[in-house]
T-cell receptor
Framework: DAGVIQSPRHEVTEMGQEVTLRCKPI?????LFWYRQTMMRGLELLIY????????DSGMPEDRFSAKMPNASFSTLKIQPSEPRDSAVYFC???????????FGPGTRLTVL | GQSLEQPSEVTAVEGAIVQINCTYQ??????LSWYQQHDGGAPTFLSY????GLEETGRFSSFLSRSDSYGYLLLQELQMKDSASYFC??????????FGAGTRLFVKA
C-alpha cells in the first residue's frame, strides 16, 4: 500500500515567491492534516479537512497561507508570498477516522532565502 | 490553555528498559497517541490509548491513566535503532490532536 505522498521533497525558493506543496492521502482516508515542524515551535497543526471540507484553519499563521482539497485524493498548501521565517518541514497526514491515528507523509523541507 | 508535558531528553543503554512520561492538560480528551520520529524522517504512529491501562505491541507498551491525566511509553530491550524522538499526542475530539514537544531518546552501546 502506498502511504501518504508529498511533493516536492525539498524546495528552495527566494523570498516573495509563491510556493505550492502537494499531498496525496492514503486511499480511503477521509481526514487530512497539514503540519509545520521547526526546532523552535515543534509540530504545529495548520489546517485539517474532513471529507474534503476544511474543518479548522485556526492554525494557519497568516493570510499568506492557504490550503485546498479539491477532491479526496489531493490537497495543496500554498504560501504567497513566502518569507524566510516560513522555512520548515511541512508534513501532510491522513487518518481513516478522525485524528486518533494519523499517517504522515515524508514531508517537504522548505527553505526560503 | 492546552498542553502536554514530556521530558526533553532521555538516555538509556542498549538492552535496557526506558519509560517516557507524558502529562496532559486539555479541554477535551478522548485518548493519547504516541509517535516515533527519526532524524530527517516523518512521525510514525506507534500506539493509541483510549481507555485506562496498558497496551502492549511487541517491545513497546503504552499506558494511560485518565484520572491522573498521565500516560507513558515503555520501550523494552532497547536497540540502537530506537534512538529517535518520541511524541505524545492528545486527541481532543473534533479531528484535533495536540502534540507534545517530543522526547529525544539516546540509546548508548
Amino acid at each position: 500500500d502506498a502511504g501518504v505522498i508529498q511533493s516536492p521533497r525539498h524546495e528552495v525558493t527566494e523570498m516573495g515567491q509563491e510556493v505550492t506543496l502537494r499531498c496525496k492521502p492514503i486511499s480511503g482516508h477521509n481526514s487530512l492534516f497539514w503540519y509545520r515542524q521547526t526546532m523552535m515551535r515543534g509540530l504545529e497543526l495548520l489546517i485539517y479537512f474532513n471529507n474534503n471540507v476544511p474543518i479548522d484553519d485556526s492554525g494557519m499563521p497568516e493570510d499568506r497561507f492557504s490550503a485546498k482539497m479539491p477532491n479526496a485524493s489531493f490537497s495543496t498548501l500554498k504560501i504567497q508570498p513566502s518569507e524566510p521565517r516560513d522555512s520548515a518541514v511541512y508534513f501532510c497526514a491522513s487518518s481513516p477516522g478522525e485524528a486518533d491515528t494519523q499517517y504522515f507523509g515524508p514531508g517537504t523541507r522548505l527553505t526560503v532565502l | 490553555g492546552q498542553s502536554l508535558e514530556q521530558p526533553s531528553e532521555v538516555t538509556a543503554v542498549e538492552g535496557a528498559i526506558v519509560q517516557i512520561n507524558c502529562t496532559y492538560q486539555t479541554s477535551g480528551f478522548y485518548g493519547l497517541s504516541w509517535y516515533q520520529q527519526h532524524d530527517g524522517g516523518a512521525p510514525t504512529f506507534l500506539s493509541y490509548n483510549a481507555l485506562d491501562g496498558l497496551e502492549e505491541t511487541g517491545r513497546f507498551s503504552s499506558f494511560l491513566s485518565r484520572s491522573d491525566s498521565y500516560g507513558y511509553l515503555l520501550l523494552q530491550e532497547l536497540q540502537m535503532k530506537d534512538s529517535a524522538s518520541y511524541f505524545c499526542a492528545a486527541y481532543t475530539g473534533g479531528f484535533k490532536t495536540i502534540f507534545g514537544a517530543g522526547t529525544r531518546l539516546f540509546v548508548k552501546a
